[in-house]
């Protein structure tokens, strides 16, 4: 055996590995939703079944818990996107010693551990504001760090932006405002949608943080975990299935949404 063969054989081997250790367990979940065993489980194999998708439809509970779940990312939105934009503008137009020092401020709500950022959120609103959870609690305790993940893709889009547009469009007589809109903006957009994306993706899972500041509302995750504890049922098998059916559906319509604007965009040769 070459050293090239070898190290072929010893990259396919860890590939396989790796995708079986990421996908093998999502193909157990999936076959376990289809299992008429009443508990989450493939083995004993009882038989083929659809009846859990039946049992998922009739959990209102499930369905308040997913739309408490969606009020909150939207709100996560349009709570942390502005901030994370406002923070990196900052940042990408500060030039002194001080800028180091708020990177790391802005930047250390990732590092804290959700559960301290959702004790201090509701002692902080509690002790001032009398607030003792809820929606808008949670939206702004997600926010805290999750500003941080949107301002760290608006700085490494900015890093590529060519600041002279601006200072031309501003010698031209345009108004700071006006150069915002026109020319930043447009070049932001993809970082926007992205960190939107990101923004909702980090609200949609977060359990520590969410759970201290919830009040008497429940998300999704907050109910799944609760399911734990009081008992699981092949339904929510059936509820992953059908969100990690919609996450390949969105990466697929993504992929083919980028091809085609590669293929529209001029040949630069």
Do not use: C
Request: hydrophobic share 55%; proline share 4%.
């Amino acid at each position: 055996m070459t050293a090239a063969s070898f190290r072929r054989w010893v990259t396919g081997a860890y590939l396989v590995l790796f995708f079986g250790y990421l996908f093998l367990p999502l193909g157990i979940m999936a076959a376990a939703t289809f299992n008429s065993s009443r508990f989450p489980t493939v083995t004993p194999w009882m038989g083929f079944t659809l009846q859990w998708f039946g049992a998922l439809w009739a959990d209102q509970r499930m369905w308040q818990a997913l739309g408490t779940s969606l009020l909150v990312g939207a709100g996560v939105i349009a709570v942390a996107v502005p901030l994370g934009l406002a923070a990196a503008l900052l940042l990408d137009r500060l030039h002194s010693r001080a800028r180091t020092f708020l990177y790391a401020v802005m930047v250390s709500p990732l590092l804290t551990p959700g559960v301290i950022v959702g004790i201090s959120t509701l002692v902080f609103w509690r002790e001032w504001f009398g607030v003792t959870g809820g929606l808008f609690l949670t939206i702004l305790a997600q926010s805290s760090f999750i500003a941080a993940y949107a301002m760290l893709l608006f700085l490494a889009r900015l890093q590529r932006f060519d600041q002279t547009l601006e200072e031309a469009a501003l010698d031209l007589g345009a108004t700071h405002g006006q150069v915002f809109r026109r020319i930043t903006l447009p070049y932001l957009t993809p970082a926007i949608l992205s960190a939107s994306f990101l923004a909702f993706l980090q609200s949609f899972e977060n359990y520590n943080t969410t759970l201290f500041v919830r009040g008497l509302d429940t998300t999704l995750t907050v109910y799944i975990a609760s399911k734990v504890r009081t008992g699981l049922t092949p339904a929510v098998n059936a509820l992953s299935l059908i969100l990690i059916a919609l996450t390949i559906l969105g990466a697929v319509v993504y992929e083919i949404l980028r091809r085609r604007e590669a293929r529209r965009q001029p040949d630069p040769a």
